[in-house]
C-alpha cells in the first residue's frame, strides 16, 4: 500500500530533533501531531489524548509537554518551510493569506485581546469578543 502523504508527514516530523531538548519530549509532539490531524470535530487537547487513546490514563504529563515547555512553537515549522522553499528554488511563488479569529474566554491567556467579531450580523453595531487573532499563510 503507497502512503506518500502518510509518509511525508512522518519524514517532516522526524525533523523535529533540534526542536526538543529530550527524546520523551520529541515523542509526545510527534504523538499529538499525529493525533491533531486525525481528530474530527473541535480540536482541544483532551480530544486528542482520546483519538490517541490515551482516555483512560493521567493526562498531567501529556498538559506539561504544553504548559512546561522550553521549546518554540515556530521552531517546529522550520522543516515544512525548507521543504517548501527547495520546491519553489527557481521558479514563481504564490502565498495566499487569510486573518482568522479563533475565540477565547480567558483574559490570562497570552496573545488574547478585545477585537470585532467577524460574524457580526450588522455592519454598523460592532459586536467586540476576546480572541487570538492568526495571520494563515499557504504556498501555494
Known sequence: MNTPLLEGFVRLLGQWDGVFCQYRSLWKAQRHALG?????GTVQI???LCTLGLAGRDWSAEYRQFSRKNWHGQDCFSPVIAAA???CRGSHIDVAGDFTHLR???RKIAGVRIMRDPASVIKWNTNLIYGLQYLQLGLL
Open 36 to 40: 491533531l490531524v486525525l481528530t474530527l
Open 104 to 106: 477565547k474566554s480567558g
Open 46 to 48: 483532551s480530544r486528542v
Open 85 to 87: 522553499t527547495r520546491l
